[in-house]
């Protein structure tokens, strides 16, 4: 299967990695960026074929030729004109895939041609490490077959999830963004460790070796976040005097605000 990636910044980057690693044939897979910069920096870093835009502004057509599988990597405010540049290119058969969050199903096959195959994806970039979590809705003209090819795709690297769309923009204010908030969290950690009087550099390590622990004592399926709670909230206990302050100043609230903030941003960038 061929598998065309028009842009591979982040998150394309996160896909074409996890494949590779997952031992799928670099020859099958080509990309395309904006800058020649970065696709040198691209090629140097995948080994596969890389072109740039700006010099060649044909590159994204000639890239989709020959494609089973299209994969749309750009920033979303840029992925209905990019998606249209492509459309005279595409062969009836091959399925686009966007990962641009809010954009919808509608507006991608309003600028495609008709009928032609789409599937709307909201990956994360744990992709990259074969822990991806992705969302998956499919369009109206893509057969299960064609669904199957790009769920292979993603599981290379990660689980996916099909939803239907109505529910994409929730799951990616949970998962797509979910490693940015875990990351931001490691870095409070590690900033209330120094306002406790620990070293800068000392805090930072403890903080990201306690998030990588806890995160592989939940690398099960049926692992219960409550339970490991429980066995670290010894009755009467530290931890359960943090977690109670926690409780105290609204933990739970403003998670829920964020990720609400999150699908809100979701529509007005799919609007
Ligand atoms: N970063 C994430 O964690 C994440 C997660 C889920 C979904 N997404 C989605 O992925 C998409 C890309 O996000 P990102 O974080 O990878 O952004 P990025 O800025 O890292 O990557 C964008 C890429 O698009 C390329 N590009 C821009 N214009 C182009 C053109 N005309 N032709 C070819 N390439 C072009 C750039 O060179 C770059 O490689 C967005 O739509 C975003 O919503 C990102």
Redesign the pocket.
Known sequence: MRISF?????????IVAGLLADGYDPENLIA????EA?AATRREEFGISVTA?ENNPG??AQAVADADIVVL????F??AE?AQALADALRPDTVVVS?????TLATLTSVLPEGQPVVRT????ALTVGKGVVGLARGATVTDAQVTQVEQLFAASGTVFQLSENQLNAL?AMA??G??YVFRFVNALAAAGVELGLEEQVAQELARLTVVGAGAMLDHHDADPSALEDSIATEGGTTQAALNSMDANGFNDLIIKALQANVTRSEELGA
């Open positions: 028009i842009g591979l910044g982040h998150l394309n980057s996160a395309t960026t904006h800058s970065s835009e590159t994204n990597g750009v920033k979303p840029h992925i990019t990962v641009a969050a809010g954009t909201m990956p994360n970039v990616g797509g963004s490693p940015g």
